[in-house]
């Protein structure tokens, strides 16, 4: 009796890095260029789909829009990978970087399906960059940390830091709860002075960034739109001095 193996295909989680399509790495690239079928999410640059030729498929999540539910998305990368397809699940950023990529791996792991991770640049070091703002810098911040500012129904508290002045905070998908987390690091010593920089549509040409203090963020961001990036920090200060006579990117007036 003959009996035809069951071929599996392989699942890549490949980081699009922050904004602008020429910002993915090689290796994802070329994951993309071998590709059978492509999950994409919606904080990418369509345009790096562009002569691609594999089949795409819409899987995009956000915040008060119409959004693929995590389930769904699981099932099309097992039901695609146990047809033999090669598959990459090309998301924003970096794959692991506060996004699902880690459910996901384990998912398909404990199914047997294999699993390659594909770094990408996430937004927690590229937007401040491209704000032409250095996360750490000598003589101001020897360390950073990143929190999501996104929280679910049961979820009440951030995992803040405590004030340094020699820390910087990045929060990702924060502007709806600015005014909490905003509140949290005034009660944990965050002086209202503290500089603070929103980054939206970080990497793309209608990226703009608005400056401003803790005193001030909740006045000063009511026009903010997702994604944004928030920067907290005297590195924010920097941004004058990394711009010189040039322009680092689109500023708001």
Known sequence: MNVTPIRRGRVYLVGAGPGAADLITLRGYRALQAADVILYDNLIDFAVLDGITAEQVYVGKRAGQHSVPQERTSDMLVRYSLAGKTVVRLKGGDPTVLGRGGEEAIHLA????????????????????????????????????????????????????????????????????????????????????????????????????????????????????????????????????????????????
Do not use: Y
């Not at 699993?115 to 937004?123: A, Q």
């Not at 987390?181 to 010593?189: A, T």
């Not at 200060?237 to 500023?251: C, D, I, K, P, S």
């Open 110 to 253: 404990q199914l047997g399906i294999p699993v390659t991770m594909v770094p990408g640049v996430s937004n927690c070091i590229a937007a401040p960059e491209l704000a032409g703002i250095p996360v750490t810098h000598r003589g101001v911040a020897d360390s950073f940390t990143v929190v999501s500012g996104h929280r679910r129904g049961d979820e009440l508290d951030f995992s803040l830091p405590p004030f340094h002045p020699r820390t910087t905070l990045v929060i990702l998908m924060g502007v709806s709860t600015l005014p909490i987390w905003r509140e949290h690091l005034l009660d944990l010593g965050w002086p209202e002075a503290t500089p603070v920089a929103f980054i939206t549509d970080a990497g793309r040409a209608e990226q703009t960034v608005a400056t401003t203090t803790l005193a001030r963020a909740l006045e000063d961001s009511q026009e903010l739109k997702t994604p944004t990036t928030a920067v907290v920090g005297e590195v924010v200060n920097l941004r004058q001095a990394m711009h010189g006579e040039g322009e680092l990117g689109a500023e708001t007036a």
